[in-house]
């Protein structure tokens, strides 16, 4: 028993370790890949190969999710959450094949005909990935964070939210410019097979950041106007 629970013990607090740092990895691993001409083909690609197989894991470490479709009751929200989820799932999905059909370093061998088009479906699915991450984080960052104060033992400040709260508004608001001026509207609707870019890679990362940050933000907003509406809705009805 004693040698079960320390087994136990110790996979529980590897857990604990891998979750957030797997997120941490799978977003700057989504930032870098958004910044291809940057990085150049070959290291996007294995940076793709990087990519898939930290998703892999992302997705053995919460393997206990996929039990729970089959159980409970759905409300809106969970039927929501279960959508969003699905759309990462087949976006991801959809980026890593078509990625591997006009690869021309890691995948050169299948030499797949009609490249113009899959790279077209291919930064389709790869900034639909893009943003569906950053909502799929935003519904999961309470957890998140829990998981950050737990391995570094530390609290919010007082003030924090006040703060965060001042500082996430004029960072999304920059996400929306960023949006808008790059363009995004055209490779999400299957209108390009390009992508505009700078010259300036930290200009770049930065706005393609904010782009990421703007979406958890909003999936943050909506998420506490949806627990304020049920617990205002709750107080009514014991009233």
């Given at each position: 028993?004693?040698?079960?629970?320390?087994?136990?013990?110790?996979?529980?607090?590897?857990?604990?370790?891998?979750?957030?740092?797997?997120?941490?990895?799978?977003?700057?691993?989504?930032?870098?890949?958004?910044?291809?001409?940057?990085?150049?083909?070959?290291?996007?690609?294995?940076?793709?190969?990087?990519?898939?197989?930290?998703?892999?894991?992302?997705?053995?470490?919460?393997?206990?999710?996929?039990?729970?479709?089959?159980k409970?009751?759905?409300?809106?929200?969970?039927?929501?959450?279960?959508?969003?989820?699905?759309?990462?799932?087949?976006?991801?999905?959809?980026?890593?094949?078509?990625?591997?059909?006009?690869?021309?370093?890691v995948?050169?061998?299948?030499?797949?005909?009609?490249?113009?088009?899959?790279?077209?479906?291919h930064?389709?699915?790869?900034?639909?990935?893009?943003?569906?991450?950053?909502?799929?984080?935003?519904?999961?960052?309470?957890?998140?964070?829990?998981?950050?104060?737990?391995?570094?033992?530390?609290?919010?400040?007082?003030?924090?939210?006040?703060?965060?709260?001042?500082?996430?508004?004029?960072?999304?608001?920059?996400?929306?410019?960023?949006?808008?001026?790059?363009?995004?509207?055209?490779?999400?609707?299957?209108?390009?097979?390009?992508?505009?870019?700078?010259?300036?890679?930290?200009?770049?990362?930065?706005?393609?950041?904010?782009?990421?940050?703007?979406?958890?933000?909003?999936?943050?907003?909506?998420?506490?106007?949806?627990q304020?509406?049920?617990?205002h809705?709750?107080?009514?009805?014991?009233?």
């Amino acid at each position: 028993q004693l040698r079960a629970y320390r087994y136990i013990s110790r996979k529980s607090t590897m857990n604990m370790y891998a979750k957030p740092l797997t997120d941490i990895l799978l977003i700057l691993l989504f930032l870098l890949l958004m910044a291809a001409p940057h990085t150049g083909s070959v290291a996007h690609e294995w940076l793709g190969v990087l990519l898939a197989v930290v998703f892999l894991l992302h997705t053995w470490l919460n393997r206990a999710w996929y039990k729970s479709p089959s159980k409970g009751r759905y409300n809106a929200t969970r039927t929501i959450r279960l959508v969003l989820n699905a759309l990462l799932l087949l976006s991801m999905v959809g980026t890593l094949i078509s990625a591997a059909l006009i690869s021309r370093t890691v995948f050169a061998f299948i030499e797949f005909k009609g490249e113009l088009f899959f790279r077209t479906v291919h930064v389709f699915c790869a900034h639909w990935c893009f943003i569906l991450a950053a909502v799929h984080f935003g519904l999961y960052a309470k957890k998140f964070c829990s998981s950050l104060e737990r391995i570094f033992s530390c609290t919010r400040p007082s003030g924090y939210r006040l703060a965060s709260s001042g500082l996430g508004i004029v960072f999304a608001a920059y996400g929306i410019h960023a949006f808008l001026q790059r363009e995004l509207i055209y490779p999400m609707t299957l209108r390009s097979a390009f992508m505009l870019w700078s010259e300036n890679t930290a200009l770049f990362l930065l706005d393609y950041s904010a782009i990421f940050f703007l979406f958890i933000w909003i999936t943050n907003i909506l998420s506490l106007l949806t627990q304020a509406t049920k617990k205002h809705a709750s107080l009514f009805h014991q009233v």
